[in-house]
């Protein structure tokens, strides 16, 4: 298995709900290096530009507004086989799908405030990471 990096974000409807300490805490019991972190309130554009892929879902307005409301933190995760791995702590997009044990299943409240996001393959890991850090706060 190759070592790879990939984007979360604590969103921040856990952020809101004080869960940022307890997710942090899954992240380094799972053994992910953190290369870089920051607090961040994305703007609407940014959000926007963030989910793009997502644009024409019902769902984009309500998510972009929601994801612009406060702070969220973003961060670049490595480990081997990172991608998945996160996904997999995480669990599914929907809370009531999710598998136990999982952040979503134990934390997230509804398919949207689902307090997690990660990237789901190596191509958006590449665009989502570039999206909020440059080269040198990735060395
Ligand atoms: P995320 O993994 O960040 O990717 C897209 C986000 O859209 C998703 O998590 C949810 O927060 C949000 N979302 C809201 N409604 C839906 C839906 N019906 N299907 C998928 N994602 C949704």
Known sequence: MAI???LAIIKPDAVGRGLTGEILSRIHAAKFHII???TR????????GFYAVHRERPFFEE???FM???KAVVMVL???NAIAKWRDIMGATDPAKAAPGTIRKELG?????????GSDAADTAAFEIGYFFSGSELV
């Open 36 to 38: 870089v972190i920051k």
């Open 63 to 65: 998510l972009t507004a």
């Open 4 to 6: 790879e990096r990939t």
């Open 78 to 80: 490595e480990a081997e």
């Open 68 to 70: 612009s409301t406060s």
């Open 41 to 48: 309130r994305l703007t609407k554009k940014e959000a926007e």
């Open 109 to 117: 409240a509804s398919i949207q405030y689902n307090c997690t996001h």
